[in-house]
């Protein structure tokens, strides 16, 4: 048992598997094809890998607990007993009470899934309320804690911290429940001690958010109670994705070890830790490497921030800025990427790799410590572009007046009143997608997979004719996902064969990664939209992805500042949406689900953040005429204070999630003033259930009493490439007579 921490760690590691094995397992178990044990067994296998890999990578300070069948906040839910009686009432084994949680069945919903911090990775959303009755259940740290050690490896278990569990938890004032919560904890510290546990890691991310007074207080009052347990593991807590502002004295004056803090979202927190003075005997681990992109680090200044926290504490150790969950296993199966890239990226085993090293520069010296990079290789450079953006004025994110725009559109487009229309993408069928595995395995050539496309597009537009849709698309059969579909086709962006992240449960990302300065080769999209606008005498909506989400759904470049990526993306976009105009194309339809995602953690860092997110958006959608009109798509309802940047992107039509919500959205909406085209979303496309034309109708009423109806749009809350044709057309044909119904009205 080592009573210091060690001069290496992680935070935490991809648990998915190199080959997405935990994905196929789990879902060979949910779809009943392989068993408890099975799955049971590909797990114990895939920690054991981890294990191993990390041991024998000499990283020092290995954590545990960090693998998870689904998502660790989940996990910390059933080690503290946080499981809703809806669950328990089921009488299912622990395993499938844990899936029913994270999935629904039949009877009951599953909790809600939202974004982890500014992340992709979404994590299921604990629910207190006043019958849960927390309880310890430790069995999970320590069965990995156990495995590890039969392995001969000493490991520190992971949890979620009390105060950032409920943070992220709903119910009635889940915080309020914290003293109680803290006990449990106690206990679970106090079973790990007698299991031999040296160390034990809390993460505290909540705490590089803004936080009330009473949520700092509280935040000492746990790691005081923690702390003065007479019998329990030394305690690290992490923090991770930005500066601890006044959280960090909090941490630094409780009676914990060791404490963590990211140097790479959050800089400034060297100089916080610098004014805190000497540190003494509390651990810093310091977060050197980051966790959530894919570059590799830049070491000699790693190594300055490093032994600039050296000179304040006895004990220093390097680890990721956060878990390694968010970047790919491993860069060297990429065989694909061009060396000059290639050489300049990191996966989780190269960042791995990247902590012992600078763990042990720290410590010895820096004779091992490689040369940096030379600069970027020429080629990534575009000075067209780059002459381009220098050249911007306000007037080229600004449209004419909405007014004017908005007679002009519909002297052209003379659509009746609650125009129908839907979000994109129609049902991606199993034929689909064997037809782009086929094209990747070469036994369908590029005109034969355009054809099988095209005839899915001729379908679609039939369908909607058919229905009776006002405002059609083309159905995006031919794009595997939204963000990656543009990133093959742009320069400045490179796709990896196996870079797999998770986004939630099994469902995994492959992020393309933005390398240098984005270019637009050729048009994208015109050629689908003007053949399905061919098809047809009705307006078929031209559907591109905006610039703030294929930054968000890519992994960044950081040699430049992410708003000019963005103008740089605008910039292409805008070419798009253009061209597109000038094929015949009247209705635009530019989305950005991603928009609140990326929003800094930090108020201090929203405004500038949402002007350059709205700057880029205006910049790929300003180039049209009047009488183009321009939708937007937003995956969701809830915008807070940002709401007003919705109606900064100024789009003419806008549509958004709400049926969940009851079309609550329209109200925030009216507050700010927002008094454009707005589509709430009237079909929770989510679930496979059809709504009736009836309850249709009713969220329509409701609309219409919040928003004058020539501005009403009616569609479905999001894009339906993960339903059945079934239920698309049933839903479809219900959404379409009620609109008729209310018209009438
Ligand atoms: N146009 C996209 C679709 O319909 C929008 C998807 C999204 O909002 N995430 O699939
Ligand atoms: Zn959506």
């Not at 409780?254 to 916080?272: C, K, Q, S, T």
């Not at 047809?536 to 708003?563: C, N, Y």
């Not at 709401?643 to 039509?653: P, R």
Request: proline content about 6%.
């Amino acid at each position: 048992m080592s009573n210091t921490f060690g001069q290496s760690t992680v935070l935490g590691y991809p648990r998915i598997g190199a080959n997405r094995e935990l994905k196929k397992a789990v879902e060979a178990y949910w779809a009943g094809k392989i068993g408890a044990a099975e799955l049971e067994n590909t797990a114990a296998g895939l920690r054991a890998e981890v294990w191993q890999q990390l041991r024998n990578a000499r990283l020092d300070a290995i954590p545990s607990n960090t693998f998870s069948y689904y998502d660790h906040v989940l996990d910390t839910a059933v080690a503290v007993g946080a499981i809703p009686a809806r669950f328990t009432r089921l009488g299912f084994s622990g395993l499938n009470t844990y899936f029913a949680m994270a999935r629904g069945v039949d009877a009951e919903p599953a909790l809600e899934l939202t974004k982890w911090f500014a992340t992709n990775y979404h994590y299921l959303v604990p629910e207190i309320d006043a019958d849960t009755t927390f309880t310890p259940d430790p069995a999970k740290p320590l069965a990995e804690y156990a495995e590890a050690k039969a392995l001969g490896i000493e490991t520190r278990p992971v949890l979620v911290g009390p105060a950032t569990f409920l943070l992220l938890a709903k119910g009635t004032d889940p915080f309020a429940r914290l003293d109680e919560l803290v006990e449990v904890y106690a206990t679970i510290l106090n079973c790990l001690a007698d299991a031999g546990v040296a160390w034990v890691q809390l993460d505290e991310p909540a705490y590089v958010a803004d936080r009330t007074l009473d949520e700092l207080d509280a935040l000492q009052r746990v790691y005081t109670r923690l702390g003065e347990l007479e019998h329990r593991p030394k305690i690290f807590v992490a923090t991770y994705f930005g500066e601890l502002g006044d959280a960090l004295p909090v941490l630094l004056t409780a009676p914990i070890e060791a404490i963590g803090v990211d140097l790479v979202a959050g800089p400034g927190n060297l100089a916080r830790l610098i004014a805190a003075g000497p540190l003494g005997n509390k651990t810093i681990v310091a977060g050197l490497v980051d966790g959530h992109n894919i570059w590799r680090t830049d070491l000699r200044a790693a190594i300055t921030t490093g032994a600039a926290v050296t000179a304040l504490a006895d004990h220093v150790a390097v680890s990721t800025s956060c878990s390694l969950l968010h970047v790919p296993v491993d860069l060297s199966v990429e065989t694909r990427l061009a060396p000059e890239l290639f050489e300049r990226l990191a996966f989780a085993r190269q960042k791995v790799d990247e902590v012992v090293l600078l763990g042990k520069a720290l410590r010895d010296g820096t004779a091992h410590v490689p040369a940096p990079l030379p600069a970027a290789p020429a080629a990534w450079r575009n000075d067209d572009v780059r002459a381009r953006l220098a050249a911007l004025t306000p007037a080229d994110r600004q449209r004419g007046d909405y007014e004017q725009r908005a007679t002009a559109q519909q002297a052209r487009l003379n659509l009746p009143e609650l125009p129908t229309t839907t979000i994109g993408s129609f049902p991606q069928t199993a034929e689909l997608r064997k037809a782009r595995a086929e094209l990747r395995a070469g036994t369908l050539d590029a005109d034969g997979y355009t054809e099988r496309m095209r005839s899915e597009v001729e379908h679609v537009i039939r369908l909607q004719e058919r229905l009776g849709l006002d405002v059609l698309v083309h159905g995006e059969p031919e794009r595997n996902d939204m963000v990656q579909y543009f990133g093959e086709q742009l320069d400045g962006f490179a796709a990896t064969d196996h870079g797999w992240v998770q986004s939630y449960g099994s469902r995994c990302v492959r992020p393309p990664i933005i390398y240098g300065d984005v270019a637009r080769k050729t048009p994208m999209t015109v050629p689908w939209s003007t053949f399905a606008q061919s098809l047809t005498a009705k307006p078929v909506k031209g559907m591109l992805t905006g610039p703030v989400t294929i930054l968000a759904w890519s992994f960044v470049r950081t040699d430049q500042p992410l708003a000019d990526t963005a103008d740089q993306v605008g910039l292409a976009l805008r070419d798009e949406t253009t061209d597109l105009q000038a094929a015949g194309i009247t209705v635009i339809q530019v989305d950005e689900p991603a928009l609140r995602e990326t929003l800094p953690l930090r108020k201090a860092a929203q405004k500038a953040y949402l002007d350059w997110a709205v700057g880029a958006f205006r910049l790929a959608t300003s180039g049209v005429a009047d009488d183009t009109q321009i939708h937007t798509h937003l995956c969701y309802s809830e915008f807070g204070e940002v709401i007003t940047a919705i109606d900064a992107l100024d789009a003419d039509v806008t549509s958004i999630e709400a049926s969940r919500s009851k079309m609550e959205v329209l109200d925030d909406l009216a507050a700010i003033g927002y008094s454009r085209g707005v589509g709430p979303g009237v079909w929770d496309i989510h679930s496979p259930r059809v709504p009736s034309q009836d309850e249709v109708t009713e969220s329509l009423r409701r609309a219409v009493g919040a928003v004058p109806a020539r501005r009403l749009w009616v569609n479905p809350d999001c894009g339906l490439k993960t339903r059945g044709y079934p239920e698309t057309e049933a839903s479809l044909k219900h959404l379409v007579a009620a609109a008729a119904a209310v018209r009438g009205q």
